[in-house]
């Protein structure tokens, strides 16, 4: 019954996301490829990533990883900021033009939980986020990289290389 109802809640998660973004293609050419869209959801996800840790997270070459960077570079949804502990290393941050199209996603997010604490009393509703913090944080160690990537290393955009290039 978990399982399923996981499913049902993730998938319904996906869909909305999915129809949202497919609606504000209508009128336009989408501008993101499908393996560019799961790209910049796991670089997002995983919170300022270098290459080599998005290409480790995703299973992919290092090659691959940089061609869909400089790809995402290019079309203006990604920037690559220079750290401020090593200027060799640099982090993967999104841009206002990709933020602005995860909004979408964070929006609906925001949604469901408020109608979960309106639904449920306070009680039930702290433990149920009590729980989700427990999954979150201990029953999914296969995807503990997840937020750990250099934003704390990070620079500001001032700091970013305006170069902008593997």
């Given amino acids: 019954m978990l399982q399923e109802v996981l499913h049902n809640v993730y998938n319904k998660l996906r869909l909305h996301f999915y129809t949202q973004v497919y609606s504000k293609f209508a009128d336009r050419e989408a501008t993101l490829t499908t393996v560019e869209t799961f790209s910049m959801e796991a670089i997002n996800t995983l919170d300022h990533p270098t290459v080599a840790q998005f290409a480790s997270a ?81 029953l999914m160690p296969d995807v503990d990289f997840i937020g750990k990537g250099g934003k704390a290393d990070a620079g500001t955009e001032e700091e970013t290389d305006s170069k902008n290039t593997d």
């Fill in 58 to 138: 995703m299973k992919i070459s290092a090659p691959n990883a940089a061609y869909r960077v400089s790809s995402l570079i290019r079309k203006g949804y990604l920037r690559k900021i220079q750290s401020k502990k090593d200027l060799r290393t640099y982090y993967l941050e999104p841009t206002p033009k990709y933020e602005k199209y995860n909004q979408v996603n964070e929006a609906y997010i925001k949604v469901v939980a408020n109608r979960v604490r309106e639904r449920f009393s306070e009680e039930d509703y702290n433990k149920f986020t009590e729980m989700l913090n427990i999954i979150d944080t201990e």
